[in-house]
């Protein structure tokens, strides 16, 4: 029993040290991507978020916080999970390749201006890279969640686009961090957007005539 609670205890310290060590080297460049976001949704902008196994499981939860709310009261924001349609992913998977699960829905419903989240913790997933090629096509912004020494994703990067890298090497600890830079994210856009819990900053926001809080 104490041999497992010492793997327990081990777990949570390493946790708690990537996201110190993510500390810091990337808060800058969290802000950096939550203003991108924000920018993007007060330009009328959607955002499209996609991932693989437990980061397809992140971008449902970014997605959802987005749709639905964060913290406080809100209108709804617009995003979608590209992850989540299972007879597009399973026909496109079997029809073409499973290469193109995400890009032919980008290139189907990304709009320039819109911005893509791809989650990634090793950088390699080919149909990432391949997503983030459809919404460059579409000239769309790419934000890039990874880890590692980011992949093969690096070289596809360009422009305006933002890779938050979690300096880990271990999958669960890059995982662990995806989430928490994701609720940062949310927590930069509802008070870029909505400030503090205001009835009439909520009402300017559903009347489309709201400015973001500095």
């Given at each position: 029993m104490n041999n497992i609670v010492e793997r327990i205890k081990l777990s949570f310290t390493e946790s708690i040290q990537t996201k110190i060590n993510a500390a810091d080297s990337?808060?800058?460049?969290?802000?950096?991507?939550?203003?991108?976001?924000?920018?993007?949704?007060?330009?009328?902008?959607?955002?499209l978020t996609c991932g693989n196994g437990g980061s397809a499981c992140d971008a449902l939860h970014f997605s959802s916080e987005m749709l639905n709310r964060y913290k406080q009261e809100r209108p709804g924001l617009p995003a979608i999970a590209l992850v989540s349609d299972a007879a597009a992913v399973t026909s496109i998977s079997n029809d073409y390749h499973f290469s193109d699960v995400f890009a032919k829905q980008i290139r189907a419903l990304g709009q320039a201006g819109d911005v893509l989240m791809a989650i990634t913790?090793?950088?390699n997933s080919l149909n990432i890279i391949h997503a983030v090629k459809a919404a460059h096509d579409k000239n769309m912004v790419v934000i890039a969640l990874t880890g590692h020494d980011g992949g093969k994703l690096t070289e596809y990067l360009q422009g305006k686009d933002i890779e938050i890298r979690v300096?880990?090497?271990?999958?669960?600890?890059?995982?662990?961090?995806?989430?928490?830079?994701?609720?940062?994210?949310?927590?930069?856009?509802?008070?870029?957007?909505?400030?503090?819990?205001?009835?009439?900053?909520?009402k300017r926001v559903e009347e489309g005539t709201y400015e973001t809080v500095s």
């Open positions: 990337i808060l800058n460049i969290i802000a950096e991507a939550g203003e991108e976001i924000v920018q993007a949704l007060l330009e009328g902008k959607k955002i913790t090793s950088g300096p880990a090497y271990d999958t669960a600890r890059i995982q662990e961090t995806h989430l928490l830079i994701i609720h940062c994210l949310c927590e930069i856009i509802d008070y870029r957007l909505f400030g503090h819990e205001d009835v009439n900053t909520v």
